[in-house]
T-cell receptor, first 109, second 113 residues
Framework: GQNIDQPTEMTATEGAIVQINCTYQTSGFNGLFWYQQHAGEAPTFLSYNVLDGLEEKGRFSSFLSRSKGYSYLLLKELQMKDSASYLC??????????WGAGTKLIIKP | IAGITQAPTSQILAAGRRMTLRCTQDMRHNAMYWYRQDLGLGLRLIHY???????GKGEVPDGYSVSRANTDDFPLTLASAVPSQTSVYFC????????????FGEGSRLTVL
């Protein structure tokens, strides 16, 4: 079966750096996506990786290793507004998105 | 304001009743999707449409139906609601099918008693 694993919850301190990991086993691979979802709100797109390596976008970076079935989202200079759930999703060989359950990130002052 | 509008925002429904969740987008996106989100689970695709006039089944289509009469609207119907359909439902769209950058509506929280 297809599976996306990410930690259920993480805690970090304002101003610090946090890395949220995602491992996947899917039927084929056509890209990995990260979304942010604040409590009670809609998911919003953060990043996309299809080739191995690091994609940087401001305070957020996303890394992919296709051979290891592994990605991480790196958040730098954490702010209180970064408290949210972060969803990892993989597009499989049928171009369907397979979603992880999300990682709830709690930022403490 | 461009985007996706869902209605209702929240609804409590008796089991056995029929319910339609509405979804409208004004971005002229070809592809639209319906997901449900349950605690501890990832988003699960119910139905999708890659273009007006066509629809397809996702991972959990049973008990749900959709139609896509035009580009903008993609309603989701529960013919006879059951308690297991209690969930938060998200409508989403993308410029074309087969892309992972989706634009989501604000969600519809449905409780079936």
């Amino acid at each position: 079966g297809q599976n996306i694993d990410q930690p259920t919850e993480m805690t970090a301190t304002e101003g610090a750096i946090v890395q949220i990991n995602c491992t996947y086993q899917t039927s084929g691979f056509n890209g990995l996506f990260w979304y942010q979802q604040h409590a009670g709100e809609a998911p919003t797109f953060l990043s996309y990786n299809v080739l191995d390596g690091l994609e940087e976008k401001g305070r957020f970076s996303s890394f992919l290793s296709r051979s290891k079935g592994y990605s991480y989202l790196l958040l730098k200079e954490l702010q209180m507004k970064d408290s949210a759930s972060y969803l990892c999703a993989v597009m499989d060989s049928n171009y369907q998105l397979i979603w992880g359950a999300g990682t709830k990130l709690i930022i403490k002052p | 304001i461009a985007g996706i509008t869902q209605a209702p925002t929240s609804q409590i429904l008796a089991a056995g009743r029929r319910m339609t969740l509405r979804c409208t987008q004004d971005m002229r996106h070809n592809a639209m999707y319906w997901y449900r989100q349950d605690l501890g689970l990832g988003l699960r695709l119910i139905h999708y449409s890659n273009t007006a006039g066509t629809t397809g089944k996702g991972e959990v289509p049973d008990g749900y139906s959709v139609s896509r009469a035009n580009t903008d609207d993609f309603p989701l119907t529960l013919a006879s609601a059951v308690p297991s359909q209690t969930s938060v439902y998200f409508c989403a769209s993308s410029p074309t099918g087969g892309t992972g950058e989706l634009f989501f509506g604000e969600g519809s929280r449905l409780t079936v008693l």
